[in-house]
């Protein structure tokens, strides 16, 4: 079960999130905490995947919150759901840009829209809980997300994606902003101009006689014609790069010339540079013929980590060659290192047992809390770099940061997990072909 932080001492929103947390029970546990200093120490030291920041609340200050999550994104990961008082007060905190923010709602939408907000997040908990648990890169993964015509299941798809692939190491910060820039435009073109059929001559009346485009949106999925439209985001996340596809239920649009550069809006226009910016975030752009389905790729950043714990940032990353060994079998060595990019093989009595990266975060950790010789020779299959970190140096800073040593407990554990559950499904095979002779 995962824990929800809730920072607010609003009681409308408390009562919210009590009465839709009541059919995921299961899954997830608020935890209520209405003031700062609580909240703060909350995310310190469980780490919760999912915060709730209420910006309404006068007793708590989510901009300290938001800072302390955004100190350490190494650490804090996942995503914020935002509650402002206004529509004005929302687009502040748009404006802030924090890519841990999945969604920004005002209370009223909140309460309208949470119970909706909180069943999404159970389907695809797969993207947010994922830290010290995916498996191995080479595989690919495939799937598909049905979005509703709701500029908030855009928002919140765009956010699972590229929070997943963040965490994951297969995008670094530039790569984060490529792709959800891309994502948000691409899914905004398949809403407005694909199910929504609204054209770009009547979207520039409906903004320049002072309209919001939501209403005009609200007033076309009232119509019969566009009620039932969804839009279709399917994803394939391999080694080497990740492609997205998006399909809406429209017409479709002459997106030759659009491509071309033919009937790209000047600067002063107030909309209509989606597929530009886009052209000019990732490599391609691929429609079908019929204009309503557009894929487009981007390369996968390899062995490389794309932050670096906060604690460890004063520490210098030690570059290795190919062939250098870290630390060998059998060594009185106890540091730790973190791995900032390459690959490591380990070694014990000259067999390769397995190969380390970015994804492994650690080297030498079992000597490190066993205050043990080293089990393995530590080689670099490739030119990487790694930060040592002495004992008794990261003790000290575990003692001035503790819930960096209940993380390091969390992910051990999670990979006892993890290997517990390899191990069960090797034994289970091995009776099943035993069974079969």
């Known amino acids: 079960m995962k824990k929800l932080l809730v920072a607010s001492s609003n009681q409308e929103v408390l009562g919210v999130v009590k009465n839709a947390s009541l059919s995921y029970s299961n899954y997830l546990e608020p935890i209520f905490c209405p003031e700062t200093d609580e909240a703060l120490s909350f995310v310190d030291y469980e780490l919760p995947e999912i915060k709730i920041l209420d910006f309404t609340s006068t007793d708590v200050d989510c901009h300290a919150i938001l800072e302390v999550i955004r100190s350490d994104p190494w650490l804090h990961n996942g995503g914020i759901i935002a509650i402002a008082e206004s529509p004005s007060a929302a687009q502040k905190i748009e ?30 908990q797969q993207f947010l809980f994922n830290r010290g648990m ?11 997300f049905v979005c509703d015509n709701n500029p908030m299941d855009i928002r919140l798809y765009t956010g699972f994606l590229v929070n997943y692939l963040y965490c994951t190491n297969r995008i670094d910060d530039d790569g984060r902003f490529a792709l959800q820039s891309t994502l948000m435009e691409l899914l905004t073109n398949a809403l407005e101009h694909g199910n929504c059929g609204i054209s770009y001559e009547e979207k520039s009346e409906w903004l320049n006689n002072g309209g919001i485009i939501l209403d005009l949106i609200d007033q076309k999925l009232r119509q019969p014609e566009y009620a039932d439209r969804r839009i279709h985001i399917d994803y394939t996340i391999g080694k080497d790069r990740s492609t997205f596809t998006i399909k809406d239920d ?23 540079r989606g597929i530009a910016l886009s052209k000019s975030l990732v490599s391609e752009l691929r429609y079908n013929e019929k204009g309503n389905e557009v894929s487009f790729d981007i390369q996968n950043i390899k062995n490389v980590s794309n932050t670096v714990p906060g604690i460890m940032i004063p520490f210098k990353a030690v570059e290795y060659k190919k062939f250098d060994i870290v630390c060998r079998q059998n060594e009185p060595s106890n540091d730790l290192y973190f791995i900032v990019s390459g690959r490591y093989g380990v070694y014990a009595n000259r067999k390769l047992i397995s190969v380390l990266s970015p994804k492994d975060m650690f080297i030498g950790e079992m000597a490190f809390l066993l205050n043990d010789r080293r089990s393995a020779t530590i080689m670099a299959a490739e030119d990487g770099k790694l930060i040592r970190i002495p004992k008794t140096q990261f003790l000290n800073l575990i003692r001035k940061n503790p819930h960096y040593g209940l993380f390091l407990s969390k992910l051990l554990a999670q990979r006892l997990v993890r290997q517990n559950k390899r191990i069960i499904k090797c034994t289970s095979e091995l009776l099943k072909l035993k069974a079969e002779k």
């Open 95 to 124: 404006d802030l840009k924090d890519p841990n923010i999945l969604i920004v709602q005002t209370l009223y939408t909140f309460k309208q829209n949470f119970d909706g907000l909180l069943r999404s997040l159970i389907r695809n």
């Open 134 to 144: 995916q498996d191995r890169m080479g595989s690919e993964e495939i799937g598909q």
């Open 250 to 272: 429209g017409e479709g649009f002459d997106w030759k010339s659009r491509l071309a550069g033919d009937d790209t809006p000047g600067l002063e226009e107030a909309h209509g």
